[in-house]
């Protein structure tokens, strides 16, 4: 079945949650956000398994939850594929796959014919005739996407499916998931926290903090431009938020931090704007360095960490604000740079991108 536009604009009070999101139609749509940003809740309420109040689910034309509506989570033709794969302990794997189909009425020739296309799409046709303890962690995934997918559901919720999966055999699920979810352009919404997961899988990304919207885009579009704390720590990149004055970024807060960049032209004079650059492009000081247009900012370092081949260091600024930059152990050890030490961080002008927030 291709895929449906699922809109869920809902709040639900207890929870402090209240949303307004579209997952596209045939679209890999990342919920993304901090723990207890409320993803889950969002993934309920499509599921049937959380009430808006007050609000809608709608999927496609059909409203599945509102204040006169409740459509049962088995109608909803709506499939979860969760961290743990849940099967059916005492079922072969084929017969786990044919669960969903013959609970929808199909007789058992039609199922078992399902339950095939599903096991060869899901890789796991060689698995058919095993019980789940038999499965690895992988295998016993594979088999639980098969199974997800048998109903043909319109809408497949996907909570962090690799998260409990070892490194290789993570990435062929996430392979997997590229071919049978993204690629047969089925609408889905994934819960994860790997940015390679949101690289690989999802065509937009959605991210929530305090149960509230914060951004809302295509993934390209939300990566290289974040305009949430979260966003950019996902990213990799410093942000910095504040207002455009007289061309250059003044921080929000109390510091006297003045960030000059390259500003968008969709920025206006004194609105609420972000710079943002990458910690590759920052240099550590002991003192302002003089010459080409740099931008010096005084921190106290709080952190240094190890990173394939840099060193992170984490400095923080007088009004608390904490920015990263990489520099090679070379740089640390000739400046006998240590933690609690005050420095610059310097960046080039023309490393930093200033556009609306
Ligand atoms: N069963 C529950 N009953 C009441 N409140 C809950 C329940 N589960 C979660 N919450 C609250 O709802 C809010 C959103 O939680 P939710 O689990 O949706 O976040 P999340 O983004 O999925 O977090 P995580 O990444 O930690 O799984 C949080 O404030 C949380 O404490």
Redo the contacts with the bound molecule.
Sequence with gaps: MTGEAVHVRAALP????DVDLVAPAGRVLAVL?P???????VLGLVAGLLRPDPGSVRIGDRVVADARTWVRPPDRGVALLAQRPLLFPHLRVVDNVAFGPRSAGAGQRAAARVAHDRLVEADALDLADRRPHELSGGQAQRVALARALAPDPRVVLLDEPLASLDVAAGAAMRRLLRRVVREAARTALL?THDLVDVLALADAVVV?DG?RVVEQGATLDVLTRPRSPFTAQLAGVNLVPGTLREGALRASGASAVVLHGLVDDACRPSAAAVAAFSPRAVAVHRDPPGGSPRNAVRVRVVSLEHTGELVRVRGRTADGRVLAADITPASVAADALAVDDERVFAVKAAEVTIYPA
């Design positions: 207890d929870r402090g949650v956000g723990n207890g940003a409320g993803k889950s809740s819960v929530l149960g």
